[in-house]
């Protein structure tokens, strides 16, 4: 991973591990309106899914963050990304026990304060 003058830093629960994080443009990141693209599948490890997401820019289509994460079953798994002063992307899933479905959360923080909050649950067809 190359870092050009960038801040990352990532908070993660028990049970999760992140493997990958590309850079993060944080100027780009605080003047933008962040959109997310979920992808969650089955890791090869029994009860882990591996959960790629990629934060753009609705504006300029610009790639502002692509987390990449291991969520154990009936565990939440979460990730911020960004800086305190200025805007974090805080984005949790939780895969439900069965594997059925998972419900992740998508937060825009700017100076500390929640701008907007989305929250969805998909069902995992074939997991």
Do not use: W
Not at 40 to 66: C, H, Q
């Amino acid at each position: 991973m190359k870092i050009n003058s960038l801040l990352a830093s990532v908070a993660l629960l028990a049970c999760t591990t992140t493997f990958a994080q590309e850079r993060l443009d944080l100027a780009a990141c605080n003047a933008s309106k962040p959109a997310a693209s979920v992808n969650i599948s089955p890791s090869t490890k029994a009860g882990e899914y591996v959960v790629k997401a990629v934060f753009t820019d609705l504006i300029t289509s610009a790639v502002l963050a692509r987390p990449i994460m291991i969520a154990a079953a009936g565990k939440p798994a979460r990730i911020e990304i960004g800086s305190e002063s200025g805007t974090v992307i805080r984005f949790t899933v939780e895969v439900s026990l069965d594997g059925r479905n998972a419900t992740y959360v998508s937060e825009i923080l700017k100076a500390g304060k929640i701008d907007s909050s989305h929250s969805i649950t998909l069902s995992l067809v074939g997991a």
